[in-house]
């Protein structure tokens, strides 16, 4: 080819040239781009600091469990917990230490170990895996890390009166003894938009006082928690010994909680524990209604 002919090939093959150069330029700008913010995002995600964290516990609990003076990242902290009852309210309790918490991935999902020195002397395990069947949460407890999750056992234990930061009535009330939550192949499950409880917990309530009677003790009790053929949560409350007789029944389902029980004195001391059933509940006689939902 001469001539103009010529001049016009050179001419198209230069601009197609230049044409090439500039589009792999801008596909490496764009990858550039793309590469920076999947770093910044990773980056983000494995430094989150531990407040971060704290306001989703806040948010989740509506104001009544505080992660405080959350320090760390995320993925391991430790913080100061505290029960209010709610935003705005006075009422405030804290736990003595600090809990420590780490989050990795194991077992095909995401663990949470949760341990404190003064309520979990043993680590607790939060396992969640997700399938085709859905979101499954399991609850546990670990030893150590060279051990495998317990799915059975006692969970933890707390001061009876770190209730009064929930304000009324614990806050009237001023129990003190000690609080236990054992558990057995204890889980949540979401399916469809909906959470299902597998297995059973008891949470236990020993040598119980309070303030404002004049008996030294009221007794030890326990709250039997498990999920019937359905998923839905049923509650038994039963007295295992003392002054005040407790008892009811009732159970969680999707519209809200529901239970019926009552409370009385002993044969041994009816008159002790009047301003206490008054506080309780409805009174009727010698014995006090409770009724929620």
């Known amino acids: 080819m001469r001539g103009a002919t010529a001049l016009t090939t050179r001419w198209l093959e230069s601009t197609l040239e230049v044409a090439r150069w500039e589009n792999m330029r801008r596909a490496g700008r764009r990858w550039g781009w793309w590469g920076a913010g999947v770093g910044a995002a990773l980056g983000l995600i494995v430094c989150a600091p531990a407040p971060w964290l704290a306001q ?3 948010s989740m609990s509506n104001g009544k469990l505080l992660l405080a ?24 309790r804290t736990l003595p230490g600090r809990l420590n918490w780490s989050m990795r ?17 043993v680590p607790l395990v939060l396992q969640l895996n997700a399938g085709l069947s859905g979101v499954r949460l399991a609850v546990g407890t670990q030893p150590d890390a060279a051990s495998v999750m317990q799915p059975a056992g006692e969970l933890g234990q707390w001061p009876a009166a770190w209730l009064g930061g929930l304000g009324t009535p614990w806050n009237t009330l001023q ?8 558990t ?20 236990t309530l020993d040598n119980a006082s309070s303030r404002i009677t004049t008996l030294e003790r009221l007794g030890s009790y326990r709250l039997n928690v498990a999920s019937d053929d359905q998923g ?19 159970g969680v389902t ?3 909680m529901r239970f019926r029980g009552e409370a009385r004195a002993s044969d041994a001391n009816p008159g002790a524990l009047d301003n206490l059933l008054n506080i ?14």
Do not use: K, N, Y
């Open 184 to 203: 057995h192949d204890l889980g949540f499950q979401w399916v469809q938009g909906r959470v299902r409880m597998v297995g059973r917990a008891e949470v």
């Open 105 to 121: 991935v194991a077992g095909g999902g995401l663990r949470l170990t949760l341990q404190q020195d003064c309520c979990l002397p």
């Open 56 to 58: 989703g516990v806040e």
């Open 254 to 256: 999707p519209t809200g």
């Open 69 to 92: 003076d959350a320090s760390g990242t995320i993925w391991h902290g430790d913080a100061v917990v505290v029960l209010t009852g709610g935003r705005g309210s006075r009422d405030a």
């Open 232 to 250: 839905q949560v049923q509650l038994q409350l039963l007295t295992l010994d003392g002054a005040l007789q407790l008892s009811g029944s009732g």
């Open 280 to 293: 309780i509940g409805r009174r009727e006689g010698d014995r006090s209604v409770i009724s929620i939902g």
């Open 175 to 182: 129990l003190s003894g000690v609080l236990r939550l054992a």
